[in-house]
């Protein structure tokens, strides 16, 4: 079993190399050029919780959502939870998790900012936090990376990036049946 300090430097070694990661491949991608170096990782707080629920799910493409937060980040010890900053701004939050033996880090939840003013990093997430996923996977020498339950309309996106359907699921794809599209994965 791993310690909490021990935790602590995995995720410091994760996010560090997240940042460089994050420069590396998106840093002409992203705009205005500069941006991808001010981005920024923390800890998942209670404020952050609250400006989600007070400012993002006031649009009203977002009053269905029902995702609560503040349970989210009290619940599991095997978590990471990162809130995802750029320029001053709370951009995006995600929330994984890895298992205990090594096998992968399965990135659960993610939400980002659906205003443009307030959010430099939008339409940018995805990769931001596959990213994180990916690094973490690293620092604890994972496997895989999965994702739980991805949005129907994002597999496609997902699988540009690398993760690709289980067996089952590709089986029905060649079929040209409908797939369930419950995880995705990528071998790190």
Not at 59 to 87: F, M, P, Y
Request: charged share 25%; glycine share 6%; net charge positive.
């Amino acid at each position: 079993m791993t310690s909490s300090s021990e935790h602590l430097i995995k995720r410091q070694l994760a996010l560090g190399l997240a940042k460089v990661q994050i420069v590396k491949v998106l840093g002409g991608i992203i705009k205005p050029e500069g941006t991808a170096e001010n981005v920024d990782f923390d800890k998942i707080n209670h404020l952050h919780c609250k400006e989600v629920n007070n400012k993002w799910r006031t649009s009203i493409a977002r009053q269905g959502i029902t995702l609560n937060w503040h349970k989210k980040i009290i619940k599991r010890r095997e978590k990471i939870d990162v809130s995802i900053h750029c320029n001053g701004f709370l951009c995006g939050l995600m929330l994984a998790q890895y298992s205990r033996n090594k096998i992968n880090v399965n990135l659960r939840l993610l939400e980002g900012c659906p205003y443009p003013k307030e959010n430099p990093l939008l339409g940018n997430l995805i990769p931001i936090a596959l990213i994180v996923a990916e690094q973490f996977a690293l620092a604890y020498a994972a496997l895989q990376v999965t994702i739980s339950n991805p949005e129907k309309g994002l597999i496609s996106r997902y699988r540009q990036y690398g993760y690709e359907l289980i067996p089952k699921d590709r089986d029905r794809e060649r079929r040209n049946c409908p797939i369930r599209g419950k995880l995705l994965i990528k071998n790190t």
